[in-house]
Nanobody, 114 residues
Framework: QVQLVESGGGLVQPGGSLRLSCAAS????????MGWYRQAPGKQRELVAS???????NYAEFVKGRFTISRDNTKNTVYLQMNGLKPEDTAVYYC????????WGQGTQVTVSS
């Protein structure tokens, strides 16, 4: 049974940083492309960043230069380092895994506010 468990969300002031983690289990982690999506109230879920099994990365334009995705296959974990946070980054952030099938975590709330 695949499980993706996110952590690291919270309340941060504009300009601050957070690091999200997603611990995976029940899967051969290194085989999967991993990603972070987010969904703000009243908006559709959108891709933030992804990293392939070969460690190629892809970023949404709105986070380029501010966020960094990385993975540690020895820990079955994918990370999202978020710097320069803005109020518009406020959303629930979801971990995503895909190969032949896709899986989602339960989400972690990120709130950027002064």
């Amino acid at each position: 049974q695949v499980q993706l468990v996110e952590s690291g969300g919270g309340l941060v002031q504009p300009g601050g940083s957070l690091r999200l983690s997603c611990a995976a289990s029940g899967m051969i982690f290194s085989f999967y492309s991993m990603g972070w999506y987010r969904q703000a109230p009243g908006k559709q879920r959108e891709l933030v960043a992804s990293v392939t099994s070969g460690t190629n990365t892809n970023y949404a334009e709105f986070v380029k230069g501010r966020f960094t995705i990385s993975r540690d296959n020895t820990k079955n974990t994918v990370y999202l380092q978020m710097n320069g946070l803005k109020p518009e980054d406020t959303a629930v952030y979801y971990c995503h895994a895909v190969r032949n099938m896709q899986y989602w975590g339960q989400g972690t709330q990120v709130t950027v506010s002064s």
